[in-house]
């Protein structure tokens, strides 16, 4: 089993990646789950890569009801693009840059339709061809969209994979790299709603709870100058 890298200064025998996660899972569990993730019980690609898209710089609670009210409307990227642009802002609204995000959804409906039949693509070199998709998206819609195995790496994963000292890199891109090689291939698809949700909630950004977390007496706290 993988060992997480020398926390505290020690090559910890009874600690592995496994207990950390399974301590994290068991930590988050009256936490609201993140909007994407409940998008993507429906099973469905296009909702996945939609929501994402709406997300960015957006707070869940609006992320899950904006793209509820624009599924109502359009269900594939054909019926996306007989939607106005004054139709999809508002039904969007308050999504932040909703004007932005219309036209970035018309043009990948548009490159749906006319490339890929309609259908959202179920490869990374695929996805990535997409206007505006980059490898946080891409890896979410195979991982949520597809079933099939991504590491999604975010904000929270990239700075709480680095903060427990899993990790050493500068860059999203650069975590998941390192993750592919050192996370065991089990908790690729769920790694990043673990840490999302524990990255809003406890090990936040700035002042983490160290108070009330369930692996404070493991994490060397990498980068934290200030926690509650």
């Not at 009256?30 to 710089?57: E, G, Y």
Request: proline content about 4%; some cysteine.
């Amino acid at each position: 089993m993988q060992k997480l890298i020398c926390w505290k200064g020690k090559d910890l025998e009874n600690c592995n990646i496994s207990q950390v996660l399974a301590k994290v899972k068991k930590s988050i569990c009256d936490f609201r789950t993140p909007s994407v993730t409940v998008i993507s019980k429906k099973n469905d690609p296009f909702a996945v890569l939609v929501s994402c898209i709406i997300s960015l710089r957006t707070r869940d609670e609006i992320t899950e009801s904006a793209s509820a009210r624009l599924f109502k409307l359009a269900k594939n990227p054909g019926e996306l693009l007989k939607l106005t642009h004054v139709e999809i802002e508002k039904t969007i609204y308050p999504a932040a840059f909703f004007r932005n995000k219309t036209q970035s959804l018309k043009e990948l409906c548009k490159e749906l339709v006319n490339n890929y039949a309609g259908q959202v693509p179920d490869k990374m070199e695929e996805l990535l061809k997409l206007k505006g998709v980059g490898r946080k998206t891409a890896n979410l819609t195979l991982i949520l969209g597809h079933d099939k195995l991504g590491i999604c790496v975010d904000i929270h994963v990239h700075r709480i994979s680095n903060r427990w000292g899993y990790v050493k890199t500068k860059t999203p891109n650069e975590t998941e790299m390192a993750l592919r090689k050192t996370l065991p291939k089990r908790y690729w698809k769920g790694f990043n709603n673990l840490l999302v949700t524990f990255g809003q909630n406890i090990c936040k950004p700035v002042s983490p709870f160290c108070s009330s977390c369930s692996i404070a007496d493991l994490c060397p706290k990498t980068g934290v100058t200030k926690y509650r």
